[in-house]
T-cell receptor
Framework: AQSVAQPEDQVNVAEGNPLTVKCTYS??????LFWYVQYPNRGLQFLLK??????LVKGSYGFEAEFNKSQTSFHLKKPSALVSDSALYFC???????????FGTGTRLTIIP | EAGVAQSPRYKIIEKRQSVAFWCNPI?????LYWYQQILGQGPKLLIQ????????DSQLPKDRFSAERLKGVDSTLKIQPAKLEDSAVYLC?????????????FGSGTRLTVV
């Protein structure tokens, strides 16, 4: 069975500082990894994904994520946080040949002005 | 392009009543998914359709939940009878064939409150 762990329910970062939202995964075979963001009363918005290739993936709104196979991690990062980045962030995984997305429990990111 | 449309946005019902949610995916998207997102949890897949056939419904509580996708376009998710624990946001998503390669687009969801 595939699973995702987001160890931090809440992350607070001062505006302008770098941010990291952590994600580890478990899956049989090669993983497909995703980050989504959810604003209040809105659906999930796609940020970025890792399928294959370069371990550093760049996505929307200046976000990036680094795939680390040995640590089974896919942490989300941004060099300089904005107040507008405050939202709920979900990491998700699927496996090659299986379209099912398994989500983590989410991390609430709050950027402090 | 238009996004994934869902209705209603909000629904409040009493336990043991029935309720139905509607989803219109992006035009041309063959794959459609229904997810349940309980407050404080990540979305959980309930059912996946490929055109009008079911690919995965292993986590659908079939004694009370049902879903259909007639003609491989719109989809309806029904709960009958509803329980208090069904209170959640129900998200519909669609993808152009392989979601892993082409991405998944989510609708805004239907927030169900069972009282």
């Amino acid at each position: 069975a595939q699973s995702v762990a987001q160890p931090e329910d809440q992350v607070n970062v001062a505006e302008g500082n770098p941010l990291t939202v952590k994600c580890t995964y478990s899956v049989s075979g090669n993983p497909y990894l995703f980050w989504y963001v959810q604003y209040p009363n809105r659906g999930l918005q796609f940020l970025l994904k890792y399928i294959t290739g370069d371990n550093l993936v760049k996505g929307s709104y200046g976000f990036e994520a680094e795939f680390n196979k040995s640590q089974t991690s896919f942490h989300l990062k941004k060099p300089s946080a904005l107040v507008s980045d405050s939202a709920l962030y979900f990491c998700a995984v699927s496996a090659f040949g299986n379209e099912k997305l398994t989500f983590g429990t989410g991390t609430r990111l709050t950027i402090i002005p | 392009e238009a996004g994934v449309a869902q209705s209603p946005r909000y629904k409040i019902i009493e336990k043991r009543q029935s309720v139905a949610f509607w989803c219109n995916p992006i035009s041309g998207h063959a794959t459609l998914y229904w997810y349940q997102q309980i407050l404080g949890q990540g979305p959980k897949l309930l059912i996946q359709f490929q055109n009008n056939g079911v690919v995965d419904d292993s986590q659908l509580p079939k004694d009370r939940f049902s879903a259909e996708r007639l003609k491989g376009v719109d989809s309806t998710l029904k709960i009958q009878p509803a329980k208090l624990e069904d209170s959640a946001v129900y998200l519909c998503a669609s993808s152009q064939g392989g979601g892993q390669l082409y991405g998944y687009t989510f609708g805004s969801g239907t927030r169900l409150t069972v009282v």
